[in-house]
Nanobody, 121 residues
Framework: QVQLVESGGGLVQPGGSLRLSCVAS????????MGWYRQAPGKERELVAD???????NYADSVKGRFTISRDNAKNTVYLQMNSLEPEDTAVYYC???????????????WGQGTLVTVSS
């Protein structure tokens, strides 16, 4: 079974930085797309950024120029470097992986449990 485990959330002041990490556990042969979504209180979950196995990236307009997504295919890990954080970035951030090929089977989509990011002074 494949699981995604996030780390790196916490409390940060406006203008500060955080780096989120997400590792996929299990015997994994490939993951097509890895990404980060977020859900703020009272709002729907939205895409923050994603990255293909080949390195193509996609960002929400609200984070362009501030956030950077990257991945290490050998470690089945995706990162989100968040700079110039704003109170509006406060949310639970979820790791997502699409089209996973693993020893235990194929998985169309897997979600992490979420990590809270709070931007406040």
């Amino acid at each position: 079974q494949v699981q995604l485990v996030e780390s790196g959330g916490g409390l940060v002041q406006p203008g500060g930085s955080l780096r989120l990490s997400c590792v996929a556990s299990g015997t994994i042969f490939s993951i097509n797309v890895m990404g980060w979504y977020r859900q703020a209180p009272g709002k729907e979950r939205e895409l923050v950024a994603d990255i293909t196995r080949g390195g193509s990236t996609n960002y929400a307009d609200s984070v362009k120029g501030r956030f950077t997504i990257s991945r290490d295919n050998a470690k089945n890990t995706v990162y989100l470097q968040m700079n110039s954080l704003e109170p509006e970035d406060t949310a639970v951030y979820y790791c997502n992986a699409k089209r996973i090929l693993a020893r235990t089977g194929t998985y169309p989509e897997v979600w992490g449990q979420g990590t809270l990011v709070t931007v406040s002074s």
